[in-house]
């Protein structure tokens, strides 16, 4: 069915991203590259952040014949010098409309076992370095005309895994929602909206062996839809969070997960 000029305009308006730029971190694999590519195709530039500079550069030469473009920023996002230069890429940009703090690890222990470093780590990375991004981007998000800020939590972020050896991954992505919600609070009156999206299980470097052994099939039967989400279907949430139309929606979680959060 041929999408009339007017319906293509009506559709840019609400979730165009034309002449906005988005950060995306975690950007280099998995459901990150995903987002970003998403937002290129809706017309944004795209600062694509993580370590592994070639995959980054992948991205953007696949990128080329989309609507936006993507410039990349190798960057550790546990250390100062990795914030400090995503303020950098933003900064040569002149500005930041959109943060997807998306980067994010997990490592497996139980609660009684774990030992602290493995805590740390885990915190270091899914809290710590989103809490201190959006703190160093913040001055560019107040200059936008529509600032957003979409937090990547997780199912564990609203409810208990059901598998043991995630305390950290669970505790880190709860505590990603709190400060979703009060950072939405707090810069309501600048004209940011702040929202997590909180994703089941998607096949990617994160999940591959977990989804590759015994234990996929009895996690798939919490899923109502009985099959895990393919990163496509990630991106229209986050399309609508990053976009002019969902400026009265702040503080939210949604999440993408085949219904498991409904049970
Ligand atoms: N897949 C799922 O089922 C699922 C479900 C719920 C939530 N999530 C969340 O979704 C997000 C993306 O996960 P994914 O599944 O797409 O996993 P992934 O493929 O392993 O991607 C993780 C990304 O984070 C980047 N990263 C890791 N450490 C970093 C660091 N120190 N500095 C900068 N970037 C770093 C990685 O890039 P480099 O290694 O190149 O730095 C990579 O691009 C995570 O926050 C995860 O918790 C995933």
Redesign the pocket.
């Known amino acids: 069915m041929a999408v009339s000029q007017s319906s293509q305009d009506y559709l840019q308006g609400l979730f165009g991203q034309s002449g906005r730029t988005a950060v995306v971190?975690?950007?280099?694999?998995?459901?990150?590259?995903?987002m970003a590519r998403a937002l290129v195709s809706a017309g944004a530039h795209v600062i694509a952040?993580?370590?592994?500079e070639h995959?980054?550069d992948a991205l953007r030469d696949g990128a080329g014949g989309l609507a936006g473009t993507v410039t990349t920023c190798v960057?550790?996002?546990?250390?100062d010098a990795?914030i400090d230069a995503v303020a950098g890429a933003v900064r040569d940009r002149s500005g930041c409309d959109v943060l997807v703090a998306?980067?994010?690890?997990?490592e497996v222990g139980n609660v009684e076992s774990m030992d602290d470093e493995s805590f740390s780590r885990v915190m270091a990375?899914?809290l710590n370095?989103q809490w201190r991004l959006a703190k160093a981007l913040f001055p560019a998000l107040v200059e936008s005309d529509a600032g957003r800020v979409i937090n990547?939590?997780?199912?564990?972020?609203i409810l208990a895994p059901v598998r043991p050896g995630l305390a950290a991954?669970a505790a880190s992505?709860h505590a990603l929602v709190g400060l979703t919600r009060t950072q939405a609070v707090e810069w309501a009156k600048h004209g940011i909206t702040v929202n997590a999206i909180?994703?089941?299980?998607?096949?990617?470097?994160?999940?591959a062996e977990l989804?590759a052994s015994r234990a996929a099939k009895r996690l798939q039967q919490f899923v109502p839809m009985d099959r895990?989400?393919a990163?496509q279907e990630l991106v229209s949430a986050l399309l609508f969070l990053a976009s002019p139309a969902s400026g009265y929606v702040t503080g939210t979680v949604v999440p993408v997960d085949g219904g498991w959060s409904a049970w």
């Open positions: 971190t975690g950007a280099s694999s998995g459901l990150g590259a995903e952040v993580a370590r592994r995959r980054l960057a550790d996002l546990g250390t990795g998306n980067a994010g690890t997990a990375l899914n370095a990547i939590a997780s199912i564990h972020g991954y992505k909180a994703p089941g299980y998607f096949p990617t470097e994160m999940t989804l895990f989400g990163p």
